[in-house]
């Protein structure tokens, strides 16, 4: 019983942790590397990633399709809702000017 409890307690530490919003920095460090992974041609010009997913995606081509530039465009629409969450009058003048 007390093992369940402790595993409960774990859990729900756990998850309370990762509903913490992530800094402005990783924010944009996750959905950077998110948007370019789904575009295989713009990580291949920028050298984005480095070894085996780089190469991976130096096979690929980003593919121009209807549903493609949908999924794109939900992807943006949820980066930007998400990035509506934060309180920039809250962050540091360095973060205000760069994320990174």
């Given at each position: 019983?007390?093992?369940l409890?402790l595993?409960?307690?774990?859990?729900?530490?756990?998850?309370?942790?990762?509903?913490?919003?992530p800094?402005?920095?990783?924010f944009?460090?996750?959905?950077?590397?998110?948007?370019v992974?789904?575009?295989?041609?713009?990580?291949?010009?920028?050298?984005f990633?480095?070894?085996a997913?780089?190469?991976?995606?130096?096979?690929?081509?980003?593919?121009?399709?209807?549903?493609?530039?949908?999924?794109?465009?939900?992807?943006?629409?949820?980066?930007?809702?998400d990035?509506?969450?934060?309180?920039?009058?809250?962050?540091?003048?360095?973060?205000?000017?760069?994320?990174?």
């Amino acid at each position: 019983m007390k093992r369940l409890a402790l595993a409960t307690v774990v859990l729900i530490g756990t998850a309370v942790l990762s509903a913490q919003p992530p800094t402005i920095g990783e924010f944009f460090d996750r959905f950077t590397t998110e948007w370019v992974r789904e575009n295989p041609n713009q990580a291949v010009n920028a050298r984005f990633f480095s070894g085996a997913e780089q190469q991976a995606l130096d096979r690929q081509l980003t593919p121009q399709t209807d549903e493609w530039a949908r999924s794109r465009r939900e992807r943006a629409r949820r980066g930007l809702a998400d990035l509506a969450r934060y309180d920039f009058s809250r962050l540091n003048t360095m973060d205000r000017r760069s994320p990174n």
